[in-house]
């Protein structure tokens, strides 16, 4: 061995020892600082048609975690939360999946369109990770397409339709009446128009028309033309995201006087339509007029935060988080199964509502009230954001809260082994 064979053969020794040191002392640090945060994966739409509702998701999802950690965190850990746009049912598993396995999160919460939660439920029930849907309408994705590993704080298409189909019933606008629907050409839409016409098939009324709208449709005069035509005693939307409020705006502009409402709705649609354009009546899960002491504090911290109040979107991605690290603080754990587990034995929830919630353990829907809100007169309005009336809880409290909720014969729900 000559000298310089020695002399680098002892310099790779050394270089080799110096960073299995460095290896040693490294890798622990490492792995303490991944032990001293929980991750949460984010997912929603902050483009296209659905953006503007993902951005209020966000916006709750953020102060959530604020509040969680400001109050001890999980099991005296801080929460850290990844959010990504999930763009498209394609996209939205490729993310979902990197999150999990790259990213290691303990859960994923948030997705809006229905196509997309069922995208990310199927990388969840794979990898057994609990997926929260927060805005995924689909009564599919609690029937046909249900997962173990996926629970729904975001209301069901069957919920939204009987909630505000008793408004219907109230004001004379179902027995005999004919309604013409606009339905958005996805899954939502047409998971939605389905329960609509069973509904109305079971309450005596009938369609005088139904059109199928593409997502990327701006321009509703064609669709606008044939209602007008058609003489409707209702108009009813499908619709979702801005074709909402691009429809509404398009509505006064046409000086059209029909009855309008809808099953699917977000508060943020109709301020975005503006006073004097926002009509009818419609169904949320939630909105920031509530009284109780839960939806108040929400709201005030929502406004001290971001300068608005929180729409109905906001509610759910907050409620889910809470939901979560409550559940994890009771359980001492943040593994899934626990979790799924825990809720499917009936674990209540303060949902800001003047009753709790819980989840259904056949379909991990989660029960609560909701609410019929109808727009006020332009001349009543005196802000942007008070542009409605809501109705009392629904159901009543005489009422079981799964009294607006799909059954198990309309809606079948098996998990997977």
């Avoid at 209020?56 to 929460?79: H, P, Q, S, T």
Wanted: one cysteine or more; aromatic letters at 10%.
């Amino acid at each position: 061995m000559t000298v310089k064979d020695h002399l680098s053969r002892r310099g790779l020794l050394k270089g080799a020892a110096g960073t299995a040191l460095v290896a040693g002392l490294g890798m622990p640090a490492i792995v303490r600082a991944q032990s001293d945060v929980i991750r949460f994966g984010h997912l929603t739409p902050r483009t296209g048609f659905l953006g503007p509702l993902g951005e209020y998701a966000v916006m709750a999802a953020d102060l959530a975690v604020e509040e969680i950690n400001a109050a001890g965190g999980i099991l005296g850990r801080k929460v850290e939360i990844l959010k990504e746009d999930s763009v498209n049912p394609q996209t939205a598993s490729t993310k979902a999946e990197r999150m999990v396995e790259r990213d290691k999160v303990t859960c994923i919460v948030g997705e809006i369109s229905s196509a997309s939660c069922l995208t990310i439920a199927q990388v969840a029930q794979r990898t057994k990770t609990l997926f929260v849907n927060t805005g995924g309408n689909s009564d599919a994705l609690r029937g046909k397409d249900c997962k173990r590993f996926m629970f729904h704080v975001e209301s069901q298409n069957s919920m939204y339709v009987k909630s505000v189909g008793r408004s219907f019933m109230q004001e004379g606008l179902v027995k005999g009446k004919k309604w013409y629907s606009l339905t958005a050409d996805y899954a939502f839409g047409h998971d939605l128009l389905s329960v609509a016409k069973r509904f109305m098939q079971a309450n005596g009324g009938e369609f005088a028309g139904d059109d199928l709208v593409p997502t990327d449709a701006t321009d509703f005069s064609a669709y606008l033309i044939k209602i007008r035509s058609a003489n409707p005693d209702l108009v009813v939307l499908n619709l979702a995201g801005a074709q909402i409020t691009n429809f509404l705006k398009q509505y006064a502009e046409f000086g059209l006087t029909f009855p309008i409402g809808g099953f699917g709705f977000d508060t943020a649609l109709a301020w975005a339509a503006g006073k004097g354009n926002f009509v009818g009546t419609w169904p949320v899960v939630w909105h920031h007029l509530l009284e109780t002491p839960g939806s108040k504090a929400f709201t005030e911290a929502f406004v001290k935060k971001y300068g608005k109040p929180p729409e109905n979107q906001a509610w759910g991605d907050y409620i889910a988080l809470k939901i979560i690290a409550q559940s994890m603080n009771e359980l001492k754990s943040t593994e899934s199964l626990q979790l799924v587990e825990h809720w499917e034995k009936g674990a209540k929830f303060d949902v800001l509502k003047t009753r709790e919630g819980y989840f259904r353990d056949f379909d991990h829907q989660l029960m609560h009230e909701m609410y019929a809100v109808t727009a006020l007169p332009a001349d009543k309005i005196e802000n942007e954001w008070d542009i409605f009336t809501s109705s009392g809880p629904v159901p009543g409290p005489d009422e079981p809260l799964d009294a607006i909720a799909a059954t198990r014969e309309e809606n079948a729900c098996t998990f997977p082994a």
